[in-house]
Antibody, heavy 125, light 106 residues
Framework: EVQLVESGGGLVQPGGSLRLSCAAS????????MHWVRQAPGKGLVWVSRMNYDGRNTKYADSVKGRFSISRDNAKNTLYLQMNSLRVEDTAVYYC??????????????????WGKGTPVTVSS | DIQMTQSPSSLSASVGDKVTITCRAS??????LNWYQQKPGKAPKLLIYGASNLQGGVPSRFSGSGSGTDFTLTITSLQPEDFATYYC????????FGGGTKVEIK
């Protein structure tokens, strides 16, 4: 079964750090780009970061740039999100998602087809 | 970054109704547009990719259309399990989401 399982969330004080993990199974993790998406309580989905298949290409939302760092260990089939200098506004459920593609008429259409159940992060004093 | 705007932000409908949700991009994304469904406490689920291609296992009452900057998600004959929040997402560049449309029971 294709599956993503996040872990590492919890309660942390403002200014603190957390490292989230996303364990992949049931597919060849090392061939997929991966994303982190978050959702604050009662709010919509917000893209956070992405990493290409070999870890050499990353991108971040402006709101987390310089504070969060995405990484992966393809030998362990695991994606990570290191979150430093956490703020109250980082409080959210954090999801990892697989970036899949389908070729239609010569174009590669990309989408998030597999999601984890999410791990909650609460930043509060 | 290309910003995505959905309308309405919420709507009330009855079982059996036809529902239409609109998504507008701040600039053209050609057909690189995805739709997701999310139920409370659950992860999002992919419904449609490439503006109009139904993901496997998704009921045919869901359909997508549009290109460029204007897109539509249509649910014909709304079912009880369709009450949820729907998000569009562009995959032309940084994959940002629209603000969501909550479909509630009338």
């Amino acid at each position: 079964e294709v599956q993503l399982v996040e872990s590492g969330g919890g309660l942390v004080q403002p200014g603190g750090s957390l490292r989230l993990s996303c364990a992949a199974s049931g597919f060849t993790f090392s061939t997929y780009w991966m994303h982190w998406v978050r959702q604050a309580p009662g709010k919509g989905l917000v893209w956070v970061s992405r990493m290409n298949y070999d870890g050499r290409n990353t991108k971040y939302a402006d709101s987390v740039k310089g504070r969060f760092s995405i990484s992966r260990d393809n030998a362990k089939n695991t994606l990570y999100l290191q979150m430093n200098s956490l703020r109250v506004e980082d409080t959210a459920v954090y999801y990892c998602a697989r970036w899949e593609s389908t070729v239609i008429n010569g174009y590669y259409y990309y989408y998030m087809d597999v999601w984890g159940k999410g791990t909650p992060v609460t930043v509060s004093s | 970054d290309i910003q995505m705007t959905q309308s309405p932000s919420s709507l009330s409908a009855s079982v059996g109704d036809k529902v239409t949700i609109t998504c507008r991009a701040s600039q053209s994304v050609t057909k690189f547009l995805n739709w997701y469904q999310q139920k409370p406490g659950k992860a999002p689920k992919l419904l449609i990719y490439g503006a109009s291609n139904l993901q496997g296992g998704v009921p045919s009452r869901f359909s997508g259309s549009g290109s460029g900057t204007d897109f539509t998600l249509t649910i014909t004959s709304l079912q009880p399990e369709d009450f949820a929040t729907y998000y569009c997402q562009q995959s032309y560049s940084t994959p940002l989401f629209g603000g969501g449309t909550k479909v509630e029971i009338k």
